[in-house]
């Protein structure tokens, strides 16, 4: 297993792309989250192929889903029935992902969508991904982040893995976004093994 600070990671939001990923796999990036469905119909297909490029260059990848108030379980469907075809659910990827920014997404929502992203795709792991002003005042995972929940920290202070917030399913760091990408690092003890699937 990699120890802390060992494994370089990055996501994609809505929209955006890497042009080689083996390039990106050369510099050390070990995982990446792609954001590839929202609410409840929406994909975007250029990430989907995003996905499968960084697979094939060795990268553990994974899909990330950003919500939108209401209708959880047909977001939770949409997600899984996005990813199954495209290995998002396979051995070896990052964890299935939430972006839970959207205003009106509460701690009952992602309660719901753990379970029924659960339920679809045979999965425990799921990665919960929010600023830290969320994490601080709008969310409480001491109520749905059980053993298999890991939290994703977004806070851009340039000090990979040490976000200045402590939870113990705090896992992921996303610690600066000063090139086309968010850069994130693992927060000790978590090591890459304990985001993947």
């Known amino acids: 297993m990699k ?29 990446a989250a792609i954001t590839v469905t929202e609410s409840l119909n929406w994909t975007d297909d250029n990430a989907a192929r995003q996905l499968g490029d960084a697979m094939r260059a060795g990268v553990h990848a994974g899909i ?8 959880v379980q047909d977001q939770a469907k949409h997600f899984v029935r996005t990813g199954m075809p495209l290995g998002a659910f396979a051995p070896g990827a990052l964890a299935p992902s ?34 830290y002003e969320d994490w601080l005042h709008r969310f409480h995972p001491d109520k749905w982040a059980d053993s298999e929940v890991v939290l994703w920290l977004v806070r851009h202070n340039g000090i990979p893995g040490r976000p200045g917030w402590f939870h113990s399913r705090l896992g992921l760091h ?14 000790y003890p978590f090591t890459l093994s304990d985001v993947l699937l």
């Open 64 to 71: 990330r889903h950003y919500a939108r108030p209401g209708a």
């Open 174 to 187: 996303q610690h600066s976004a000063g090139h086309p990408y968010g850069a994130d690092a693992l927060v």
């Open 3 to 31: 120890e802390q600070g060992e494994a370089r990671g990055m996501d994609l939001s809505l929209h955006e792309t890497v042009a080689d990923w083996s390039a990106m796999r050369a510099s050390s990036v070990s995982f």
């Open 98 to 131: 939430i972006d839970v920014g959207a205003d009106g997404v509460d701690d009952r929502f992602i309660k719901s969508w753990i379970k029924a992203v659960r339920n679809a795709a045979g999965v425990r792991r799921i990665l919960v991904y929010a600023t």
